[in-house]
């Protein structure tokens, strides 16, 4: 099925559909996102993260969902981010599990990457890993909307509080208001960082629109969450 023929399914034949929905050939989810990305630069003008090639279904998502919800430009224009975002987090909780996009073939750079990897061997660790320091923590407070803007800067302050390796790193989500894809992932990748030395990542604070998106995506059985910052230290 196209994209341009799954527009044009009602919200019915659309549920019928994702019920048959089976990991595709490859390239199938690949195409497709290319396909919505091109709709939606039509629509909304070309942007260079839109315009990008996309490796992961999440960003098929992305588009998908924002080329299919049924508004018009003036309407979508003065949408906030977090209204989108949130349709991105609803469709992907329907999509299948285990269907990757195929990002094609390697580039020549990275097939000489590879081959220079395989003539020097794997790599060897030249320190042991030092476990988390016992009773130490981190707290980290964030504001705002946490998006692909702010993002990058959350990921930094987390790299540097991950090096002192603390038994315990908080995430204060108090006075946070909305977290897209771009924020889950920094979280995500945060929290494997964490464990990888038997450290603990906690969230906190959540307000409901946030609460909202973590159960959405299911992410609220993946991480440590706590209803404030003395519950994440008192907790075990």
Known sequence: MTFAKWLSLSETEREAERRTWRPFEPGYWHSLAVEAAARFSVEFGSKPHITRVFKSLYHAREFIVAVQTDLSREKKA????????????QFANQMPEGVLVDPGP???????RKSASQKQGPPVSRSPIRKAE??????????????????PRIATELGVLIRDKPEKLVIDLSKVSYIDSSGLAVLIDGMQ?????????YLVGMRETVRIIFKTSRLDQTFRIRRNVADALAAS
Do not use: C
Request: charged residues 25%.
């Open 193 to 201: 960082k964490v464990e990888a030395y038997r450290g603990k990542l």
């Open 106 to 112: 390697p580039s020549k750079s990275s097939r000489r």
């Open 134 to 151: 016992p009773g130490s923590h981190h707290i980290l407070p964030l504001e705002g909307e946490i998006d692909m803007h702010v993002s």
């Open 78 to 89: 003065k949408l906030p981010p977090s209204y989108l975002g949130f349709r991105v987090l």
